[in-house]
């Protein structure tokens, strides 16, 4: 992967609707070109797929919170994870080191909900601790690609 792969991946982020041929007139690359690129991308799997940002806010889940989460044992790794994955309002979930072994990230309608969830998970068995926080604001919510020389080549 070389830089311009880092630019058409840069452009995909802003708008993965934007068409070969606008990339390549932006890049300097013919449309083959770009769309053999795009390809090699999604067949490596740096590309996983496209899809949408969504604001949670609109949709009606206005209460955001992160929960540590502690597990009494490593052999309770499996079944956590299968109950975490069968929550909806559990939107992202990172295996950790340190002090706890997960971090969940998680969308409630109401502070009612996010009750219901916090009860959800404390009765997972081999839970033997949570702290959770309350979101205030979201100040970052994607990861960007930062190619080199972007102005330039943008």
Do not use: W
């Not at 982020?13 to 083959?32: F, M, P, W, Y």
């Amino acid at each position: 992967m070389d830089n311009i792969d880092l630019v058409i991946l840069k452009i995909l982020q802003d708008n993965g609707r934007e068409t070969a041929s606008s990339i390549s007139k932006r890049i300097h690359l013919s449309v083959s070109a770009v769309l053999d690129r795009i390809h090699k991308l999604e067949e490596n799997g740096v590309v996983k797929k496209y899809t949408v940002l969504l604001d949670s806010r609109k949709l009606g889940y206005d209460v955001l919170a992160v929960m540590e989460v502690r597990l009494e044992h490593p052999r309770f790794y499996d079944s956590f994870v299968e109950a975490v994955q069968s929550n909806p309002n559990i939107v992202d979930c990172y295996y950790l080191t340190g002090d706890f072994d997960f971090n969940l990230k998680i969308c409630c309608r109401s502070s009612e909900e996010l009750e219901d969830l916090h009860r959800f998970v404390k009765e997972i068995p081999g839970v033997s601790g949570t702290i959770t926080h309350y979101v205030l604001k979201e100040v970052k919510n994607i990861y960007e690609v930062s190619p080199t020389g972007t102005d330039e080549a943008i």
